[in-house]
């Protein structure tokens, strides 16, 4: 495990309160086994980076795709904050070598898990806003998230969110998810059509559209929102 100042070097940002960022890196198993030598784990710095980063990337949405509807931002804005993604970024950052972890979450392979990966990014986040400001953490939220942003800029509308959600389905259970029509209620000429993701005989997600495309792209889209919203370790 590196120490705090090397973190900084790679982050590219200097603390005045270099405290708050070795506190975004303790688990709360850490805080378990050495209870008495920390005060807290990262989870409050997490619930707040959670909020920065959420306003971050909706300001960044509205400003660059003028032309998305709300409901359109609002999918793409979970598609890439959702946890997955950020531990993605956190991969690319090497941030699981800088986590204190306890004995048995070390062992049971935390510095890879996605959450805690994904809590430690946010987390760090919180803790770069409080220290620094909204202008620095918005310019480095933005530089760590600029590889998915372009995907988005290059998909526009399309974002993809069947892919998105096979990719993380097969890691999660090994197997592709299915789809069912659950209803098709309307005249011919204006049918709308609900379907239902599924992993086997779990319902994962719900949707609706005047396709069953659509349908199946929305019923997608709220199974990651819902596996990001309840995903644990």
């Not at 940002?13 to 920390?38: D, F, K, M, W």
């Not at 379907?195 to 319902?203: A, N, Q």
């Not at 609706?208 to 819902?226: H, I, Q, Y």
Request: hydrophobic share 40%; with cysteine.
């Amino acid at each position: 495990m590196y120490d705090v100042g090397s973190l900084q070097e790679s982050l590219n940002v200097r603390l005045i309160n270099p405290s708050l960022l070795e506190q975004a890196l303790i688990h709360s198993s850490y805080l378990n086994e050495y209870l008495g030598t920390v005060s807290a784990s990262n989870e409050r710095l997490e619930f707040l980076g959670d909020a920065v980063l959420g306003f971050i990337v909706a300001e960044k949405l509205h400003q660059d795709f003028p032309g998305l509807a709300e409901g359109e931002m609002t999918r793409i804005r979970s598609a890439l904050v959702r946890g997955e993604t950020l531990a993605q970024v956190a991969r690319r950052m090497r941030l699981g070598d800088y986590l204190y972890l306890g004995k048995g979450e070390e062992a049971g392979g935390g510095r890879q898990k996605p959450a805690n990966l994904s809590g430690a990014l946010e987390a760090v986040i919180a803790a770069i806003y409080l220290d620094r400001g909204l202008a620095v953490t918005r310019e480095l939220v933005l530089e760590w998230l600029a590889e998915e942003l372009q995907k988005v800029a290059g998909q526009g509308k399309g974002v993809d969110y069947k892919s998105q959600l096979q990719e993380v389905i097969q890691i999660e259970y090994r197997s592709p998810p299915s789809y069912r029509t659950v209803q098709a209620a309307g005249p011919d000429h204006d049918k709308l059509f609900t379907v239902e993701v599924m992993i086997g005989d779990k319902v994962l997600g719900r949707g609706a559209g005047k396709s069953k495309k659509l349908a199946e792209m929305e019923a997608a889209c709220d199974a990651l929102e819902r596996f990001n919203r309840d995903f644990t370790p």
